[in-house]
Each structure stands twice: as C-alpha cells, then as structure tokens.
C-alpha cells in the first residue's frame, strides 16, 4: 500500500505542476498584446528522490513559478539607442525649422527670413545704379529701399531665432516634470522588488520598471547599474545621481542669463545635459549650440555690412553737399557697436535719400566715386574675411551641412533601435504559436497523468474490495 500511495501522490503532484504551468501559459496568452508584458516560462524542479535501502525512487516534480523571459544587457542596448535616437530627433526638428528660415523662395511667412542672399545682392548692386545717375532722387530711393528690406529680412530672422530658442527652453523645461515623475516611480518599483523578489525575477513588477526606464531614457540620457537583492541605479550619461535603489532624485530647473539651466541636488548640470542624451540633450543642443551659433553669424555678417556701409557714407558728400561728421554722421545703418546683437538691432536709420553720399569727400554732388566705393564692398572681404555674398553662402551651407549629417546620425539610430526592438520582441514578446504548441504538450501531460491517476484509482479499489471492482468505485 505504502508503494500505491507513493504513486499517487507522485501523479498528484504532476497533475498540479501541469496545471500551474498551463496557468502560465494562459497568462500569456491573456497578455498577447498587453504593452510592456514580458513571455514567461514556467519553471521545472525535480522533486528531491526517496533512497530504500540504497535505491533512488522518483519523487516527481514541482512547478516552481514562473521566470520572465528577459536579456538585461539587450534592453540596456536597446535604451541607450533609443536616448540617442531620441536626442538627434529632438534636434533635428529643431535644425529643420531653424534652416527653413534660410531657404529661398519657398514661399512668405512670418516665420521665415527672407532672401537675405539676393537681399545683399540688391543693395549692393542698387549703389551701382546710382554710380550711372547719382543725383536721380529715385536711384536714391532705391538704396535706402533695398536697405530697409536687407535690414528687415535679417533682423526677423535674428527674432525668429530668439524665438525658437525660447520655445525650446520651454520645451526643455516641460521635460522635468515628466523625468521626475518616472525616476519616482521606477524608485517605488526597486521598493516593491527588492522586498517581494530580491534573488529571483519580479515578473509584471520588472515589467513595469522597463517600461518606465525605456520612457526615461528617450527623455533623458542615462546610466543603469544593477545593485543588491534585484535592485537599480539610475545615473545621468555623465554621472548625476537619479535613481538609488528606494530613493529618487528631483531635477529642478531655475532662470539664468534669461533661460532655464537644470539642477541635480544644487549643483548646475545643463552643460552635462547637453548632448547627453535623450529629447532634453537634443533640446538642449539646438537652444544652447545651433541656435547660438546661427545667431553668431548673422552678428558678423549685420556688423560687417553695417559697420563698411555706413563707415564709406559718413566719408563721402551727399546731395546737399553735406559731409559726415562726429556730430553729423551720414547713418544709411544703425550704427552697431559690438557685435553681439548687431543682427537684432540691423536698421535703417536714414530717412532722407539725400544724404546718401554718392559723391566722393570735397567733390561736387554730380560726383558718383564714393558711390562706386560702396558698389565695390561687394567684392570685398568685409565680414570674417569674405564677400558678404560668399560668407552668407558659406554660412547656409554650413547649416544645410549640419541638418544632414544629424538627419544621417538619426537615420542610423532609427534603424539600430528598430533592430534591437525586433530582437528583444523575438527573445521577450508572447508568440501565440509557441503558446499554442506549449498548451498542447501540457494537455497531453495532463492528460496522461490523469489516466495514470485513473489506474491507481482503479487499483486502489480492486485492493480494497478483495478483487471485486464493482464494490467500491
């Protein structure tokens, strides 16, 4: 008897094993297209066998849990090329907006600069004119005109930048609120973890920590270390604390030098930000790189052609027989004293075309030698040691440079992202045919043990009722 009720409880517990694992399989299938869930497998252990009188006897099986079918160091790939992705996209859009506002004839808008290449062509080209006639009223009007539209097109194109850098500033800044609120709760998950499952797999509760460190790292740039008892670190790319197991630490933002700077326990890591990763790294390229440097630019181009422009002017004659003076200055420009801001603040001051000064310094007013000078700044080297014609077309060029070899870096990122996605979905999703095949096999397992269980059973009364089967059942 002691042999039968082994046997039956051996196939007991082969009957709760298959049961618990086609549990498992359910749950799998119940969680196909659940966002985020992780195939589990059930786990198999070998029951401890029975040794009578130096012979082993089977003890069966447990079904022990189930482990989430997972590969740490493959999802950290896949995060840290989806930080990079994110942060060259972040940027891109940026770069597109900023080259539209360069690009000629594709249409007028508020939001674009203008022809500021043939704005220099024209004005140049208008002192040409008057080099035939200079003292038609007309050819003097159209100095001051094409003027007036060079200044206008470069000065909106240095405010539409100011303007695009503090929409990134807010961009960037909206990006806070969402970092803390994960690293919060990817530190209450390690919590929940650490205590529930610290050597062993946490299932829906590592789940849910992938899933919020993958939203993390497209936002922000980050390390990962794994710690004691099934615990995690979290470290910006260049370091900063985030994430201490149970504990989160809060980014804050603050206003300096009129923009948002980033805060890790009171020390300033926007620099290590920038470029670290994530939408806020590529926000924080284009606001504090790109868009600067663009503006740079259009400084040393408004400067250049200000500064010569109304230099050659203000040495000249005017129609009136005026010439410039400290107190007088013949302006056709506000005249720029540094730099910095000179695009910005790039106008026409002069009203009156008569003061135009086509003629040369103590020639009579039907001269036309200083407005041949001034026709001739053209071809001259006067802004960064270029033509201003050849330093805008190098400066756009440049720009265009940039925009495509982000636009090539992210292409490249996309695609690693989209393969390294598509590995872990083969390794890690539910794939209903396997689940199909896995239900299958289990049945039959089922199956068989319950036919087993039937021949003890069987056996069982046919022993208890001395042979005869039908006493008992």
């Given at each position: ?39 589990e ?27 989430s ?18 942060a ?5 859009t940026?770069?597109n ?9 594709s ?34 009007q ?27 500033d ?27 499952s ?35 670190s ?9 994430v ?39 926000y ?12 740079s ?15 050659l ?29 000179s ?16 003629a ?7 001269d ?5 000078t ?77 036919q ?12 208890l ?9």
């Amino acid at each position: 008897m002691g042999t039968i009720n082994s046997a039956f409880s051996l196939i007991s517990g082969a009957l709760d094993a298959d049961q618990a694992a086609l549990n498992v399989v359910a749950n799998n299938v119940a969680n196909a297209n659940t966002p985020g869930y992780t195939e589990e497998t059930p786990n198999w252990q070998e029951n401890q066998p029975i040794t009578i009188n130096g012979v082993s006897y089977g003890a069966g099986v447990t079904e022990t849990g189930a482990t989430s079918v997972r590969d740490r160091v493959l999802t950290e790939r896949l995060d840290q090329q989806q930080q990079l992705a994110s942060a060259s996209g972040s940027r891109l859009t940026a770069l597109n907006t900023l080259q539209a506002l360069f690009t000629p004839d594709s249409g007028s808008t508020s939001a674009r600069a203008g022809d500021i290449g043939s704005d220099l062509t024209s004005f140049f080209s208008s002192f040409s004119s008057l080099e035939a006639n200079p003292t038609n009223n007309a050819l003097r009007q159209q100095v001051l005109s094409t003027a007036t539209t060079l200044a206008g097109d470069v000065s909106n194109a240095a405010a539409s930048l100011n303007s695009q850098r503090s929409a990134l500033d807010q961009e960037a800044s909206g990006v806070t609120s969402q970092v803390n609120a994960l690293t919060g709760a990817i530190a209450q998950l390690n919590r929940q973890i650490q205590s529930t499952s610290p050597n062993a797999d946490a299932g829906t509760l590592e789940d849910q920590r992938q899933q919020d460190l993958s939203q993390l790292s497209q936002l922000i740039g980050i390390n990962q270390i794994t710690t004691e008892n099934n615990g995690l670190s979290i470290t910006t790319t260049s370091g900063q604390l985030l994430v201490s197991e149970g504990s989160s630490f809060q980014l804050t933002t603050g206003t300096v030098n009129g923009v948002t700077d980033f805060f890790l326990g009171g020390t300033d890591i926007t620099s290590q930000l920038t470029g670290g990763g994530g939408e806020l790294g590529g926000y924080l390229t284009a606001r504090d790189q790109d868009i600067p440097n663009v503006l740079s630019s259009l400084d040393q181009l408004a400067y250049g052609v200000s500064t010569e422009v109304n230099t050659l002017n203000n040495a000249g004659t005017d129609l009136d027989g005026v010439s410039g003076t400290a107190a007088k200055p013949l302006y056709i420009f506000n005249q720029p004293t540094v730099v910095a801001g000179s695009a910005a603040n790039m106008s026409v001051v002069m009203t009156d075309p008569n003061q135009i000064a086509a003629a040369g310094l103590g020639q009579g007013t039907g001269d036309n030698s200083n407005a041949t000078t001034m026709a001739n700044l053209a071809n001259q080297s006067i802004v960064n040691g270029q033509t201003p014609t050849d330093y805008y077309s190098s400066f756009v060029s440049t720009l265009g440079s940039t925009v495509s070899s982000v636009q090539t870096e992210n292409t490249a990122q996309n695609a690693s992202v989209t393969q390294l996605q598509t590995q872990n979905n083969a390794l890690s999703s539910v794939n209903l045919n396997d689940e199909a095949s896995s239900m299958t096999t289990l049945e039959r397992s089922y199956q068989a043990a319950s036919q087993v269980f039937a021949m003890l059973n069987t056996i069982m009364a046919s022993a208890l009722n001395l042979g005869d089967q039908t006493t008992v059942a």
